[in-house]
C-alpha cells in the first residue's frame, strides 16, 4: 500500500517524513554489514558461518519480539511461500555470495554492485510478465551494464586486475536480489503480516538455506579459533540485520517498493564512505564513472516506473 492509496486527497506527510528517515538510516547502516564481514573473515571466522549466525541471531530475536507483542507468526501455506521467496533470494542466498567475496573485493565494490538490484528486478518483472517494457526503463537497464562494463574491461579501474572475475561473481548477489523482489510480489499473502514477524520467518528460513552450506564446504563455526574480540562482529551484525529488514518491510508498507529502491543511491555512497574511512580504500575514475551510470540507471528506472503509459 502507497503513501497516495493511504490518504486519497494526497500522501501523508507525517508517514512521508517517518518514511524518508528511515530511509536515509537503512542507507547508512546497510554498508555496515559488508564491513562487519569483512573485519570477520579476516579475523578468521569462514564465510557461510558469518552469514548464517547472524540471521539465526536476529530471526530469533526477532520473534521473541513478536511473541512478546502478541503477534503470531502464520503457518499458512501463502504465509510459509513469502517466508521461502523472500528469505532464499532476497536475503540468504545474495548475503551468502557477498559474505563469502569480502575478503576478495574492496568494500565500497561490493556496496556497489548492489545498486543493479533494481534493474534487474524490473528485468525479471518483464521475464515474469509483472511488468511490460518502457522506453525510460530500457534506458535504465543501458545505463546500469554500462556502468558495469566500464568498471570491469579497463585493468586500471580495480585495484587488482584480476579482482575482475571476482567482482562478475558478486553480480550473483543483485541478481538473486532482483529475482526475489519479484516473487515476493507473486507470493506474498494477501494480508502481510507485521514487520517482526515477516522479517522473522524471512531470517530464520535464510538461516536454514545456509546450513547445507556451511555442511558442504566445512565452514561450521562454533566461536572458536579467531582473532580476539572478532567474535563481537555476530553481535553487531544480528542486531543490523534485525534492525535493517525491518526498516526495509515498514518503508515498503508506508510509501511502497519505488520510494525504497531510492535507498540504493545512500548505500552505494555511504558504502564508499566506510571503505573510505575504515580501511583507506581508493578508487580510479573509472570506478566513479561508473557508479554514475549505475545512479543514473536507478533514476531512470524510478521515473519509468512512475509512468504507467
Known amino acids: 500500500m502507497t503513501l497516495n492509496e493511504r490518504q486519497p486527497g494526497g500522501p501523508d506527510r507525517r508517514a512521508g517524513v517517518l518514511a524518508l528517515t528511515l530511509m536515509l538510516a537503512g542507507g547508512i547502516i546497510a554498508p555496515l554489514r559488508f564491513v562487519l564481514n569483512k573485519i570477520a573473515v579476516d ?74 538490484a533494481p534493474m534487474l528486478t524490473y528485468f525479471f518483472a518483464i521475464l515474469l510478465r509483472v511488468d511490460r517494457l518502457k522506453m525510460l526503463s530500457i ?22 586486475p584480476a579482482m575482475a572475475g571476482w567482482l562478475l561473481l ?6 538473486l536480489l532482483g529475482l526475489g523482489n519479484v516473487l515476493t510480489a507473486l507470493v506474498r499473502p494477501p494480508s502481510m503480516p ?19 552450506l556451511m555442511a558442504v564446504s566445512g565452514q561450521f563455526y562454533l566461536f572458536e579459533g579467531a582473532a580476539p574480540g572478532v567474535n563481537w562482529n555476530f553481535l553487531y ?3 543490523l540485520n534485525a534492525i535493517f ?46 557508479t554514475a551510470l549505475m545512479a543514473m540507471s536507478v533514476v531512470l528506472l524510478t521515473l519509468g516506473a512512475r509512468h504507467r503509459t
Open 43 to 116: 579475523g578468521g571466522v569462514p564465510p557461510f558461518a558469518f552469514a548464517f549466525w547472524p540471521m539465526l541471531f536476529a530471526g530469533i530475536l526477532l520473534l521473541g519480539v513478536a511473541l512478546a507483542r502478541g503477534e503470531t507468526p502464520s503457518l499458512k501455506i501463502s504465509s510459509l511461500r513469502a517466508y521461502i521467496a523472500v528469505g532464499i533470494f532476497a536475503m540468504g542466498a545474495p548475503m551468502a555470495v557477498l559474505t563469502y567475496l569480502a575478503d576478495k573485493l574492496p568494500q565500497g565494490l561490493i556496496a556497489m554492485v548492489v545498486i543493479l
Open 139 to 160: 534506458a535504465g537497464l543501458t545505463a546500469g551494464l554500462g556502468g558495469i562494463l566500464l568498471i570491469v574491461l579497463p585493468d586500471v579501474s580495480l585495484p587488482e
Open 170 to 175: 558478486a553480480l550473483l548477489a543483485p541478481v
Open 194 to 212: 507485521p514487520p517482526t514477524v515477516l522479517a522473522a520467518g524471512m531470517l530464520l528460513v535464510s538461516a536454514a538455506l545456509l546450513v547445507p
Open 237 to 239: 551484525a544480528t542486531l
Open 245 to 290: 529488514y525491518v526498516l526495509f518491510l515498514e518503508i515498503i508498507r508506508l510509501a511502497g517498493p519505488v520510494f525504497f529502491s531510492q535507498m540504493n543511491y545512500l548505500a552505494v555512497a555511504a558504502g564508499f564512505g566506510w571503505g573510505m574511512i575504515l580501511f583507506g580504500e581508493r578508487y580510479s575514475l573509472y570506478v566513479w564513472g561508473g
